[in-house]
T-cell receptor, first 113, second 114 residues
């Protein structure tokens, strides 16, 4: 995960908003992703954003992309206990048929009552 | 989204043995990917499996250690050969979705080598 970096831990109170941050190095990144991994489970695709977009919203999830700073964030509104998981940022690069993903180290989100 | 299943879901193996992991997808896909997630770590791509051609391996992974088969467009296997404790990981297969650039993962195979 050298090309994609994330903070390792986040603790948030139930009902508050969570913001998970990610930075990437390659300006040719085309799509950026957020995956969720619950304990003992596989990876769930939460959302993704194309590099020509600034923001994408899907229910409680808001993704913000700052291309200039190569910074991606995931905001979870009204965080619930079921949101406790590891969140991975990932990116894919050109050429356009390259589906290979590069992952960050993952941010462990703990929701406390 | 694609429905992906893997077998086995977990296994405990002795060093020096081999384990073959199966990945089944509910739709035909050209590309399938195999990733490794070592304990407490992120995911690392092992190889890309294309139907009808040899798998393409990433730096640090070789065919003798991780042979891959891709007999058709819905199925692939990854073998972890001559295992050592360092191979203890979660192995996941991944496929692109019907919508461009969506990628989905199987539930993973949790391997422990003793």
């Amino acid at each position: 995960g050298e090309d994609v970096e994330q903070s390792l831990f986040l603790s948030v109170r139930e009902g508050d908003s969570s913001v998970i941050n990610c930075t990437y190095t390659d300006s040719s990144s085309t799509y950026l992703y957020w995956y969720k991994q619950e304990p003992g489970a596989g990876l769930q695709l939460l959302t993704y954003i194309f590099s020509n977009m600034d923001m994408k919203q899907d229910q409680r999830l808001t993704v913000l992309l700052n291309k200039k700073d190569k910074h991606l964030s995931l905001r979870i509104a009204d965080t619930q206990t079921g949101d406790s998981a590891i969140y991975f940022c990932a990116e894919t690069r050109r050429p356009s048929n390259d589906y290979k993903l590069s992952f960050g180290a993952g941010t462990t989100v703990t929701v406390r009552a | 989204s694609a429905v992906i299943s893997q077998k086995p879901s977990r296994d405990i193996c002795q060093r020096g043995t081999s384990l073959t992991i199966q990945c089944q997808v509910d739709s035909q896909v050209t590309m399938m990917f195999w990733y490794r997630q070592q304990p407490g770590q992120s995911l690392t791509l092992i190889a890309t499996a294309n139907q009808g051609s040899e798998a393409t391996y990433e730096s640090g992974f070789v065919i003798d250690k991780f042979p891959i088969s891709r007999p058709n467009l819905t199925f692939s296997t990854l073998t972890v050969s001559n295992m050592s404790p360092e191979d203890s990981s979660i192995y996941l297969c991944s496929v692109p979705g019907r919508v461009a650039y969506e990628q989905y993962f199987g539930p993973g195979t949790r391997l422990t080598v003793t």
